[in-house]
């Protein structure tokens, strides 16, 4: 593979190791060849030290990343519908009276089958504007006991005392506890002994204003005169169409969760699996699950990303180490990305985690083609790669770099945020990518970059066979390899010899290097 060179068009010396003639170049590759490669292989180091120095604080300003605790925004804030939906958000202050988001005891339901659908499809047309699937019923659900009567009762009150983000400490609605109220209006007793308890619910759900709060609603729901589920409900301390993050939500629903799991450790057979949830219209619980759910699924995106772009570099490179030190510098790319959205004082929410899953597409486009570049040179030595891989690919990898950055700039320019934000993300990450497979990329690879045939994995897998295979079946692979190495195969660099018997201009003036 690696030929002795030669024949050169110009005499090969320090300053030009290849023996290229300048006239067959632009400026762009001759200051790459005759300016930037030796630099780089000058002050490798302090290249390195400094990159790694960026990189540590960009992961420090990326772990600082939160999800996102206002509404979307989807126009500029110039824009005057967002000043309006701004002013609605911000510049009403709340009152007792304004309505408030609901959250839901609720008995007698085992679990949800939702079919082909998730829970992030609620409020779809696929689900009729609501949550999508059936409800699977609790068989051991019985509310006709005594005990499991008082329980109930019970519940609503302590969830009004305890539960911290209950409005008022006040019930808004709790059928066993009306059902009692009403039964000791009429002088009647509570609770109703177990087999006279659906006689006496039947005559109290007849009438119209329990079917209205209670049946119409659903709060209640009654299959051939008996219980299939039961629900309380109280008003929560937050707003009626507002947006809330998870880190604003999840002490109330904790608050709920807790009591919820110290009920049924306590409640009667029967009505203990008793668990909580928010109303349909306000589901306020399920948002700020979907709101943290987004930098969740952005951590995950960007990951099975990175693993896809790992194989795509082991592919395209076919050396494990030129892969390793291409995937480093990608994952820098993103984690610097990262480290500037918080910077720029963004929150992960739908736009961010969006961008964030494709900043990894576009980090790699240049690191892959000076590691495929690398990989694929017929030049043995880190220095002489160094020269060859910057003169063949360098113009254009920054020419395309140059291209898409301009072309982001329109992007900037529209009233649509997604859009804006789109071509911030895309500038920043061909900004990164380019310092990083230009400086410590290449850095990295002219100080432990593979030379010869190192980290082939064509290489690697002839090796691995060659041992399982019988000792008269190995060939020379072995032999072969340490040729190459210690330059005396004919196929080798160092010392070794041309098919003519004559020496590498070239690969002395390696060894002298």
């Given at each position: 593979?690696?030929?002795?060179?030669?024949?050169?068009?110009?005499?090969?010396?320090?300053?030009?190791?290849?023996?290229?003639?300048?006239?067959?170049?632009?400026?762009?590759?001759?200051?790459?060849?005759?300016?930037?490669?030796?630099?780089?292989?000058?002050?490798?180091?302090?290249?390195?030290?400094?990159?790694?120095?960026?990189?540590?604080?960009?992961?420090?300003?990326?772990?600082?990343?939160?999800?996102?605790?206002?509404?979307?925004?989807?126009?500029?804030?110039?824009?005057?519908?967002?000043?309006?939906?701004?002013?609605?958000?911000?510049?009403?202050?709340?009152?007792?009276?304004?309505?408030?988001?609901?959250?839901?005891?609720?008995?007698?339901?085992?679990?949800?089958?939702?079919?082909?659908?998730?829970?992030?499809?609620?409020?779809?047309?696929?689900?009729?504007?609501?949550?999508?699937?059936?409800?699977?019923?609790?068989?051991?659900?019985?509310?006709?006991?005594?005990?499991?009567?008082?329980?109930?009762?019970?519940?609503?009150?302590?969830?009004?005392?305890?539960?911290?983000?209950?409005?008022?400490?006040?019930?808004?609605?709790?059928?066993?506890?009306?059902?009692?109220?009403?039964?000791?209006?009429?002088?009647?007793?509570?609770?109703?002994?177990?087999?006279?308890?659906?006689?006496?619910?039947?005559?109290?759900?007849?009438?119209?204003?329990?079917?209205?709060?209670?049946?119409?609603?659903?709060?209640?729901?009654?299959?051939?005169?008996?219980?299939?589920?039961?629900?309380?409900?109280?008003k929560i301390n937050y707003l009626w169409g507002r947006f809330y993050s998870g880190k604003d939500v999840f002490p109330c629903y904790d608050s709920f969760v807790d009591f919820m799991n110290a009920y049924n450790k306590g409640a009667p057979q029967g009505v203990?699996?008793?668990?909580?949830?928010?109303?349909?219209?306000?589901?306020?619980?399920?948002?700020?699950?979907?709101?943290?759910?987004?930098?969740?699924?952005?951590?995950?995106?960007?990951?099975?990303?990175?693993?896809?772009?790992?194989?795509?570099?082991?592919?395209?490179?076919?050396?494990?180490?030129?892969?390793?030190?291409?995937?480093?510098?990608?994952?820098?790319?993103?984690?610097?990305?990262?480290?500037?959205?918080?910077?720029?004082?963004?929150?992960?929410?739908?736009?961010?985690?969006?961008?964030?899953?494709?900043?990894?597409?576009?980090?790699?486009?240049?690191?892959?083609?000076?590691?495929?570049?690398?990989?694929?040179?017929?030049?043995?030595?880190?220095?002489?790669?160094?020269?060859?891989?910057?003169?063949?690919?360098?113009?254009?990898?920054?020419?395309?770099?140059?291209?898409?950055?301009?072309?982001?700039?329109?992007?900037?320019?529209?009233?649509?945020?997604?859009?804006?934000?789109?071509?911030?993300?895309?500038?920043?990450?061909?900004?990164?990518?380019?310092?990083?497979?230009?400086?410590?990329?290449?850095?990295?690879?002219?100080?432990?970059?593979?030379?010869?045939?190192?980290?082939?994995?064509?290489?690697?897998?002839?090796?691995?066979?060659?041992?399982?295979?019988?000792?008269?079946?190995?060939?020379?692979?072995?032999?072969?390899?340490?040729?190459?190495?210690?330059?005396?195969?004919?196929?080798?660099?160092?010392?070794?010899?041309?098919?003519?018997?004559?020496?590498?201009?070239?690969?002395?003036?390696?060894?002298?290097?």
């Open positions: 593979r690696y030929g002795p060179v030669t024949e050169t068009a110009a005499p090969i010396t320090r300053q030009n190791p290849l023996g290229i003639k300048f006239d067959a170049y632009g400026r762009v590759e001759t200051f790459l060849y005759k300016r930037f490669a030796p630099f780089v292989l000058k002050w490798r180091g302090v290249v390195l030290m400094v990159a790694f120095a960026i990189l540590a604080m960009m992961i420090g300003f990326a772990s600082q990343l939160e999800p996102e605790t206002e509404p979307p925004k989807w126009l500029r804030g110039s824009h005057f519908f967002q000043r309006w939906d701004d002013a609605m958000f911000n510049e009403f202050p709340t009152s007792t009276d304004d309505d408030l988001m609901i959250a839901v005891l609720v008995w007698g339901i085992k679990g949800i089958d939702r079919g082909d659908h998730s829970m992030f499809d609620f409020g779809t047309a696929d689900c009729h504007g609501g949550a999508c699937g059936r409800a699977v019923y609790d068989s051991a659900f019985d509310p006709s006991t005594t005990d499991a009567q008082n329980s109930l009762v019970k519940a609503c009150e302590d969830a009004a005392a305890q539960v911290s983000c209950v409005r008022l400490n006040q019930i808004n609605s709790c059928f066993m506890k009306d059902f009692r109220e009403y039964r000791l209006s009429k002088s009647q007793t509570f609770p109703v002994a177990q087999n006279d308890f659906y006689t006496a619910i039947n005559e109290y759900v007849a009438l119209p204003e329990v079917q209205n709060k209670y049946i119409a609603t659903k709060a209640v729901y009654l299959e051939d005169g008996k219980f299939k589920w039961i629900s309380a409900d109280f203990n699996n008793m668990f909580v949830t928010s109303s349909p219209q306000s589901a306020v619980f399920v948002a700020a699950v979907i709101s943290d759910a987004f930098v969740d699924n952005s951590v995950v995106s960007v990951g099975v990303a990175l693993l896809i772009a790992f194989v795509i570099l082991l592919v395209s490179t076919q050396n494990w180490i030129a892969a390793f030190n291409a995937f480093f510098w990608v994952c820098s790319v993103v984690v610097s990305v990262l480290g500037l959205t918080w910077l720029a004082g963004w929150k992960i929410g739908v736009i961010e985690g969006l961008n964030a899953t494709m900043v990894v597409g576009f980090s790699v486009d240049a690191l892959v083609h000076f590691a495929h570049n690398w990989t694929e040179s017929e030049l043995a030595m880190r220095f002489h790669r160094v020269y060859s891989t910057l003169l063949e690919m360098g113009v254009s990898i920054l020419a395309g770099g140059i291209t898409t950055f301009i072309a982001s700039i329109f992007l900037c320019l529209t009233s649509l945020l997604f859009f804006f934000k789109f071509g911030v993300f895309v500038m920043a990450t061909i900004s990164f990518s380019l310092l990083y497979a230009f400086f410590p990329g290449m850095a990295s690879l002219s100080a432990w970059g593979p030379e010869y045939d190192n980290g082939d994995v064509k290489i690697l897998y002839r090796h691995a066979c060659a041992k399982v295979r019988p000792s008269d079946d190995r060939g020379s692979t072995a032999a072969d390899a340490d040729d190459v190495r210690n330059g005396t195969s004919s196929a080798g660099v160092g010392k070794g010899a041309n098919a003519n018997g004559k020496t590498s201009t070239i690969n002395l003036v390696t060894m002298n290097q």
